[in-house]
């Protein structure tokens, strides 16, 4: 039995990534709890778990003294000597004196199965603990990173889906799904995770799709400029499922950082096009000349001039023709503009 336990934990460790030491320590504080119980309470329980010999020894400890006050945990020196030459009786002490302390091994097999019930919930309770840290670290080091999860589940009251992310399984709530996308059990999709928290039942995992990282990240894995730091990503403003503005910049001279984006007949930005399902991107050319910069933002509209008003705040001219073009349907254009730069944008003719 002692060796099926031990390999048990083993098993854990392999397959659950469940350290073989956390599981021990539990188990020990599990059967000690337990025992204590079928002593009536005492503290002088002694567990010993031996994982090279495979081997569990449970110890009754009697402190020897000159007069007994309690029972349960003391002996007379006596009494001691008594129990020791007992050939039924397994103890161990280096000497019989008052002071000394009596270990006697007990039989596990007098376990009752109340108390070995009480430390089993406590050995799934401690495993159930591990498991959440795991996850949760697990989480914790792709946070701000892109997963590839497994629709495993779709509600059809309120629009989530159950996805699998190989860690465990994460809700994609409605809110955080690109208007119009739809889902089938099955599906690979790309998530964000957007922040992690620990929560008593588990880790509690925000995923999205219309948070701005997941476009940045999907460029990262895109575009090799991006990942080797040649061309930067210097802002990026979204509004999913519509519209992406996303300011570039190369530190390289010979590199065209919005041709690198692009790619040979747009067939970079195509694999990306396809994620979002057909959400426009405005790819401009981020400057450190505020003026510039905001020019760039409300592309593709063409400004005549642009006039710092204050701080963080600028008016821009554009000729009528333009104007529209620079607002944008319902404002979304100028929107997204002020949004990536920072700056207040006033648009005048």
Do not use: W
């Amino acid at each position: 039995m002692n060796s099926e336990f031990f390999n048990a934990l083993d098993l854990l460790e392999k397959e659950k990534g469940i350290p073989k030491e956390y599981m021990m320590e539990k188990v020990t504080a599990a059967l000690t709890s337990a025992f204590k119980r079928e002593l009536g309470g005492t503290d002088n329980v002694k567990i010993v778990l031996d994982p090279v010999k495979k081997d569990m020894k449970v110890y009754q400890l009697l402190t020897v003294v000159a007069e007994v006050t309690d029972p349960a945990t003391e002996v007379t020196t006596e009494e001691a000597a008594a129990i020791k030459a007992d050939k039924h009786k397994k103890c161990k002490t280096r000497s019989i004196k008052v002071g000394s302390v009596l270990e006697i091994e007990l039989d596990t097999k007098n376990f009752r199965r109340l108390s070995a019930q009480a430390a089993k919930q406590v050995i799934i309770q401690g495993i159930r603990e591990a498991e959440r840290s795991i996850a949760i670290r697990e989480y914790e080091n792709k946070k701000e990173e892109i997963v590839t999860a497994l629709v495993d589940k779709i509600d059809d009251t309120d629009g989530s889906v159950i996805l699998d992310t190989g860690t465990s399984r994460a809700v994609l709530t409605k809110a955080e799904q690109i208007p119009g996308e739809r889902f089938a059990v099955g599906d690979r999709v790309k998530v964000y995770i957007s922040e992690v928290r620990s929560e008593a039942y588990g880790p509690l995992v925000t995923l999205s799709r219309v948070h701005p990282g997941l476009v940045k990240r999907l460029f990262e894995l895109e575009i090799p400029e991006i990942q080797d730091g040649t061309v930067l990503i210097k802002g990026i403003a979204r509004e999913a499922g519509s519209r992406t503005k996303l300011a570039v910049y190369s530190r390289d001279e010979n590199v065209d950082a919005i041709g690198a984006c692009i790619g040979n007949r747009g067939m970079r930005i195509d694999a990306i096009l396809r994620e979002l399902h057909g959400e426009k991107i405005d790819i401009i050319q981020y400057s450190d000349d505020p003026t510039a910069f905001v020019s760039e933002a409300l592309s593709p509209a063409k400004v005549l001039s642009v006039e710092e008003d204050g701080e963080r705040s600028c008016r821009v001219r554009v000729a009528p023709d333009q104007l529209s073009l620079a607002i944008g349907k319902e404002g979304q254009n100028a929107r997204l503009a002020a949004r990536l730069t920072g700056y207040k944008i006033d648009i005048k003719t």
